[in-house]
């Protein structure tokens, strides 16, 4: 499969990156194992979480889905050495102190992150969320300290506008502190102003990586939501109705047509979609089944063309 070099991170990845946000919440650790064996079995080699997946899910407090890829990787001896790491840093963990981007606070996370995760180095260290009350300078030296102690390889913002990411990136140039090296911001067919414009044209000026969340707008671009009666098919359902709209059913009408031209899926249209895009190195999709893992592959050799991107763009036009 052919390798993306992801910005300034000083590494390549595969163009489809695995979201670990299921493990623990929508999978269990066995179908996680699953899942992550197919992944990598299909040539893919990143896995992106959280310190705070998944948090949200009954009974669990954060730190389950780095768990779960640290026994996985206990497991599969070698693996380490064949896959990279993301992870975040800055949730609310729902314990005071456990949030946000000071120093204090990252040089505590990151320690519990490489715990769980069983490593001696994170691949890529985000800051989940912009931090009103940390100034830059602050996370950044904090990210410095960290990278110069090797446990941290590069250093990645997810959730920020252009104006925040610019400030950032000055501030680590006028204190000599380093740069976020990659970005992590939601974008797909159907949310696609949080990147289309200034904030696509900064990365691209400056080079950086560009990782997408909620590819596939947490399964509705696969195309099985086509109305309410379908949102009990997953226990993200009522997430997605949101997604029902006028534009929604466009989008999805578009994806159908362009997937029956190549014989192939709705969700490996809308993968193959931010694969193409400028500025994307690579969506981050999560999976659930072992199938989902092969619609990814799918969707790395599937080849849209000029009129198929045309179709879409249109389609999913703001
Ligand atoms: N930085 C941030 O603030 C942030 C926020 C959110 C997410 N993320 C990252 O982005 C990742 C991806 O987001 P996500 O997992 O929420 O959503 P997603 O990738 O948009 O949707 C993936 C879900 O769609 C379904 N699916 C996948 N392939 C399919 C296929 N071929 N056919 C039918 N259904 C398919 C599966 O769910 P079911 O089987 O349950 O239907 C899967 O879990 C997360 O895991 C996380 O790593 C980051």
Redesign the pocket.
């Given at each position: 499969m052919q390798k993306r070099s992801l910005g300034h991170a000083g590494f390549e990845i595969a163009p489809i990156v695995f979201?670990?946000?299921?493990f623990g919440w929508?999978i269990d650790e066995k179908a996680s194992f699953d899942v992550l064996d197919a992944f990598v079995d299909h040539g893919f080699d990143a896995i992106?979480?959280?310190d705070v997946?998944s948090a949200w899910a009954p009974g669990n407090k954060g730190g389950e889905s780095e768990t779960i890829i640290g026994n996985w990787l206990k497991a599969r001896p070698g693996m380490r050495d064949k896959v990279k790491i993301f992870t975040?840093v800055g949730s609310d963990l729902g314990v005071p102190g456990q949030k946000g981007l000071s120093e204090t606070w990252i040089l505590q996370a990151v320690e519990a992150s490489l715990a769980r995760l069983g490593v001696e180095r994170i691949d890529l260290y985000?800051s989940?969320?912009p931090d009103p009350h940390t100034p830059y300078a602050e996370t950044l030296g904090a990210y410095d300290k960290l990278l110069k102690a090797g446990k941290i390889r590069a250093i990645g913002a997810?959730?920020l506008d252009a104006m925040q990411l610019d400030e950032a990136l000055h501030v680590a140039r006028a204190k000599d502190l380093p740069a976020y090296q990659v970005l992590?911001p939601?974008y797909?067919l159907y949310d696609r102003s949080s990147f289309d414009g200034p904030l696509r044209d900064l990365c691209l000026r400056e080079g950086l990586g560009v990782v997408t969340?909620?590819?596939?707008?947490?399964?509705f671009?696969?195309g099985?939501y086509r109305s309410k009666d379908d949102l009990g098919?997953?226990?993200?359902g009522e997430g997605i109705g949101k997604y029902l709209d006028a534009r929604g059913l466009r989008i999805l009408a578009a994806l159908d047509d362009v997937a029956a031209r190549h014989g192939a899926?709705d969700?490996?249209v809308a993968l193959a979609w931010l694969i193409a895009r400028e500025g994307v190195t690579a969506p981050?999709?999560?999976?659930?089944?072992r199938?989902?893992v092969e619609?990814?592959a799918k969707a790395v050799a599937l080849a849209l063309g000029a009129e198929d991107i045309a179709a879409l763009d249109q389609a999913s036009a703001p």
């Open positions: 979201g670990g946000n299921v929508t992106d979480t959280a997946y975040k985000f989940h969320w997810s959730n992590q939601e797909n969340y909620y590819s596939l707008a947490s399964g671009l696969s099985k098919q997953s226990r993200r899926s969700a490996e981050i999709a999560s999976a659930t089944k199938s989902h619609s990814f």
